[in-house]
């Protein structure tokens, strides 16, 4: 372990220049103004490098033509800024930070021309003003956005009295013109203002401003002089403020969020107290049906109808009493047999079919809970170690930090759930145990290995085709999947078979050698086929499904406004808050399924826990699907394939771990009941 983690901080390090690690300053120090990205609005993941648009080179030191010159350089990433789709490159703009007795504001005014505009580079130009393009830049870590252009009517009309010189009000001047069928024209901002606002040796904030009088039609031959003015002036705002700005309060923290947590609490609360009806009043009549039917075997009699037998007891599950005070248990009813779920003892414990496939998932549903558990918890806890919101592509580091780490989880959990079953099978008991069937661990182990990297590198491997296809940013990058590549083969994978070793020489059973309280029948019991409706685990699994993306879905639809329309998502605390909830709820709505299956005398419980609380994806994948049509304005086959390859893989994730706890839950239950119960 100790030579894994320096592997790890290699592979995910990234390097960064010290000032801008730091964000501290002193007078003189040159200050970086690097350029990110550019593309429509309505498609995050449509983005391009700046500089595909021809944008000219200021005239300072860093331009193409002076040795040494930083003009479009390359920034260094961290795997996790690459992931996400950063792509920062110098923009060839000179910031020198000011002296501490500069008095008001000092400008720098940065110019350059373009050479005549070809056909090509108009059409550029005219495509982003006509696609609402804009794009982002950094400072000191502090983004900024700005707008390309705009499609305008001739602007020597607009510049009228009723609009003024200023051009103040364009969309009055373009609604106007639309009306009278006019043709809109590409003009692109040439002028704009960048104020930096400092407190010491520290940054606080950055704005940028685009001059509407500087708005230029895009024609061919033109030259455009484009105009940067940098302007500096002082705050009294502390640094750990900064980012403050960034963080609509007003959108996370609104109401309907807090009520969303509470009408989830109270669904929890009811689904407790439902499971807690069966576990106190429901089983406890069984327990005590069973117990006097056990009580009646020497007594002849000719009845066997369970209506009958809840003669015998009363609301609370406790048995009638004969006129001397003692159990009635010369009823009619002596001699009943076994009914409803413990009439399954000798079946419930049975080999789920296909082991070595639900080991693996399982496996990897416990690698993300522990990973959606650690990431959250590292979130929340910003405050020690900085806000993850704050630093590019840190949730994606901390991401693949918690997946590899947590592979040994992955192993552990398949190998031991395999183990328990394997028993169970025909190949268990003819090879004496659990200690045969090496094909059979072999299969588990490799399946528990490949699963989730499989799926994810078959969806990502597809996006990437697309994203090379368009050059978009937003491709992974060969050195980037080089050191994914590694991390998985000399980190994740390594502790993943060594969890499945562990599973496998686990003891299960603590001191009994049998680790389920039944004996499990050589013969498998044949199901009844007339059984009511709610004893269908088809009927079931979409209402258990229903009810734990209800306690979610508000949540999921900061999450994903976060996700797609550049919000900064901060409230880790609400996130812990719902995924505890999510927890609660996936397990008490499992838990119903299961009994009244089990209550059909069908014991393939396994699979239909699972399913049950997997559900929950196919209802997460629909709302993005109504969420991608309703509340945005999502167009092209980029952003679309990105959005559902990415949503596929957040369902598909989503669905993994509340099946794993759904079945975690059922399997709890199906031990409690079946231990507790006295068996021939």
């Given at each position: 372990?100790?030579?894994?983690?320096?592997?790890?901080?290699?592979?995910l390090?990234?390097?960064?220049?010290a000032?801008?690690?730091?964000?501290?300053?002193?007078?003189?120090?040159?200050?970086?103004?690097?350029?990110?990205?550019?593309?429509?609005?309505?498609?995050?993941?449509?983005?391009?490098?700046?500089?595909?648009?021809?944008?000219?080179?200021?005239?300072?030191?860093?331009?193409?033509d002076?040795?040494?010159?930083a003009?479009?350089?390359?920034?260094a990433h961290?795997?996790?800024?690459?992931?996400?789709?950063?792509?920062?490159?110098?923009?060839?703009?000179?910031?020198?930070?000011p002296?501490?007795?500069?008095?008001g504001e000092?400008?720098?005014?940065?110019?350059?021309?373009?050479?005549?505009?070809?056909?090509?580079?108009?059409?550029?130009?005219?495509q982003?003003?006509?696609?609402?393009?804009?794009?982002?830049?950094?400072v000191?870590?502090?983004?900024?956005?700005?707008?390309?252009?705009?499609?305008l009517p001739?602007?020597?009309?607009?510049?009228?009295?009723?609009?003024?010189?200023?051009?103040?009000?364009?969309?009055?001047a373009?609604?106007?013109?639309?009306?009278?069928?006019g043709e809109?024209?590409p003009?692109?901002?040439?002028?704009?203002?960048?104020?930096?606002?400092?407190n010491?040796?520290r940054?606080?904030?950055v704005?940028?401003?685009s001059?509407?009088?500087?708005?230029?039609?895009?024609?061919?031959?033109?030259?455009?002089?484009?105009?940067?003015?940098?302007?500096?002036?002082?705050?009294?705002?502390?640094?750990?403020?900064?980012?403050?700005?960034?963080?609509d309060?007003?959108?996370?923290?609104h109401?309907?969020?807090?009520?969303?947590?509470f009408n989830?609490?109270?669904?929890?609360?009811?689904?407790?107290?439902?499971?807690?009806?069966?576990?106190l009043?429901?089983?406890r009549?069984?327990?005590?049906?069973?117990a006097?039917?056990?009580?009646?075997?020497?007594?002849?009699?000719?009845h066997?109808d369970?209506?009958?037998?809840?003669?015998?007891?009363d609301?609370?599950?406790?048995?009638?009493?004969?006129?001397?005070?003692?159990?009635?248990v010369g009823?009619?009813?002596?001699?009943?047999?076994?009914?409803?779920?413990?009439q399954?003892?000798?079946?419930?414990?049975?080999?789920p079919?296909?082991?070595?496939?639900?080991?693996?998932?399982?496996?990897?549903?416990?690698?993300?809970?522990?990973?959606?558990?650690?990431?959250?918890?590292?979130?929340?806890?910003?405050?020690l170690?900085?806000?993850?919101?704050?630093?590019?592509?840190?949730?994606?580091?901390?991401?693949?930090?918690?997946y590899?780490?947590?592979s040994?989880?992955?192993?552990?959990?398949?190998?031991?759930?395999f183990?328990?079953?394997?028993a169970?099978?025909?190949?268990?008991?003819s090879?004496?145990g659990?200690?045969?069937?090496?094909?059979?661990?072999?299969?588990?182990?490799?399946?528990?290995?490949?699963?989730?990297?499989t799926?994810?590198?078959g969806?990502?491997?597809?996006?990437?085709?697309?994203?090379?296809?368009?050059?978009t940013?937003?491709?992974?990058?060969?050195?980037?999947?080089?050191?994914?590549?590694?991390?998985?083969?000399f980190?994740?994978?390594?502790?993943?078979?060594?969890?499945?070793?562990?599973?496998?020489?686990?003891?299960?059973?603590?001191k009994?050698?049998?680790?389920?309280?039944?004996?499990?029948?050589?013969?498998?019991r044949?199901?009844?086929?007339?059984?009511?409706?709610?004893?269908?685990?088809?009927?079931?699994i979409?209402?258990?499904?229903?009810?734990?993306f209800?306690?979610?879905?508000?949540?999921l639809?900061?999450?994903?406004?976060?996700?797609?329309?550049?919000k900064?998502?901060?409230?880790?605390?609400f996130?812990?808050?719902v995924?505890?909830?999510?927890?609660?709820?996936?397990?008490?709505?499992?838990?119903?399924?299961?009994?009244?299956?089990l209550?059909?005398?069908?014991?393939?419980?396994q699979?239909?826990a699972?399913?049950?609380g997997?559900?929950?994806?196919?209802?997460?994948?629909?709302?993005?699907?109504?969420?991608?049509?309703?509340?945005?304005?999502?167009?092209?086959l980029?952003?679309?394939?990105?959005?559902?390859?990415?949503?596929?893989?957040i369902?598909?994730?989503?669905?993994t771990?509340?099946?794993?706890?759904?079945?975690?839950?059922?399997?709890?239950?199906?031990?409690?009941?079946f231990?507790n119960?006295?068996?021939?």
């Open positions: 372990m100790n030579r894994l983690l320096p592997l790890l901080a290699f592979l390090a990234g390097h960064t220049g000032d801008e690690y730091t964000h501290k300053y002193k007078a003189g120090d040159k200050v970086d103004l690097w350029v990110n990205k550019v593309g429509p609005y309505a498609n995050p993941q449509e983005a391009y490098e700046y500089y595909i648009l021809p944008y000219c080179a200021p005239d300072t030191r860093h331009h193409p002076n040795e040494g010159g003009f479009n350089a390359l920034k961290s795997i996790g800024e690459a992931l996400g789709g950063h792509a920062l490159r110098h923009s060839g703009h000179d910031l020198v930070y002296n501490d007795s500069t008095i000092t400008g720098v005014l940065e110019t350059c021309t373009t050479k005549p505009l070809d056909a090509k580079q108009v059409a550029l130009f005219a982003a003003a006509q696609d609402q393009w804009f794009y982002q830049m950094y000191d870590d502090l983004p900024v956005w700005g707008m390309v252009g705009e499609m001739d602007l020597d009309a607009a510049k009228g009295e009723k609009f003024g010189s200023d051009l103040s009000h364009l969309e009055e373009v609604a106007r013109h639309e009306e009278m069928g809109l024209k003009y692109v901002y040439t002028k704009r203002t960048l104020k930096v606002s400092y010491e040796d940054i606080i904030k704005d940028l401003t001059d509407p009088a500087s708005l230029t039609e895009v024609k061919l031959g033109t030259s455009l002089k484009f105009e940067l003015d940098i302007q500096w002036t002082k705050t009294n705002t502390p640094f750990h403020f900064r980012f403050d700005r960034y963080l309060h007003a959108f996370f923290k109401q309907i969020h807090w009520f969303s947590i989830s609490f109270m669904m929890v609360l009811f689904l407790m107290g439902l499971v807690a009806l069966i576990l009043r429901t089983l009549k069984d327990y005590a049906r069973y006097l039917s056990h009580g009646r075997r020497d007594v002849e009699s000719g066997d369970d209506d009958d037998m809840d003669e015998d007891v609301e609370n599950g406790k048995p009638l009493m004969d006129n001397e005070g003692r159990p009635n009823g009619p009813m002596t001699g009943v047999e076994d009914s409803g779920w413990k399954v003892h000798g079946d419930v414990f049975r080999a079919k296909f082991l070595p496939l639900l080991a693996a998932i399982l496996g990897t549903g416990w690698q993300l809970v522990t990973l959606g558990l650690g990431v959250v918890l590292f979130a929340v806890a910003g405050p170690h900085g806000e993850v919101h704050e630093e590019r592509g840190e949730v994606l580091h901390a991401i693949l930090v918690f590899s780490l947590s040994i989880v992955a192993g552990y959990a398949s190998g031991s759930y183990k328990l079953y394997f169970t099978t025909p190949a268990g008991r090879k004496g659990s200690g045969g069937g090496a094909t059979q661990w072999q299969l588990t182990m490799a399946l528990t290995v490949l699963l989730l990297p799926i994810l590198a969806v990502l491997s597809i996006l990437n085709g697309i994203a090379l296809m368009y050059g940013i937003y491709y992974i990058p060969f050195l980037a999947m080089l050191k994914l590549f590694f991390l998985w083969v980190v994740s994978v390594p502790l993943c078979i060594l969890g499945t070793l562990l599973g496998r020489h686990a003891k299960l059973g603590g009994k050698s049998d680790p389920f309280p039944c004996r499990v029948n050589a013969i498998p044949p199901i009844p086929d007339d059984i009511p409706w709610y004893g269908v685990p088809a009927n079931l979409p209402f258990a499904g229903l009810l734990s209800g306690s979610i879905f508000i949540e639809y900061y999450i994903l406004t976060s996700l797609w329309n550049y900064f998502y901060h409230v880790y605390g996130l812990l808050g995924y505890a909830i999510l927890i609660l709820v996936v397990c008490m709505t499992t838990i119903i399924v299961v009994y009244f299956c209550n059909s005398e069908n014991y393939l419980w699979w239909t699972f399913y049950s997997g559900s929950t994806a196919l209802y997460v994948f629909l709302y993005s699907i109504y969420y991608f049509a309703f509340k945005t304005s999502m167009n092209g980029v952003q679309t394939a990105f959005y559902f390859g990415y949503m596929l893989l369902s598909l994730g989503l669905g771990l509340c099946g794993t706890l759904g079945h975690w839950s059922a399997s709890k239950f199906v031990r409690t009941i231990q119960v006295k068996v021939d």
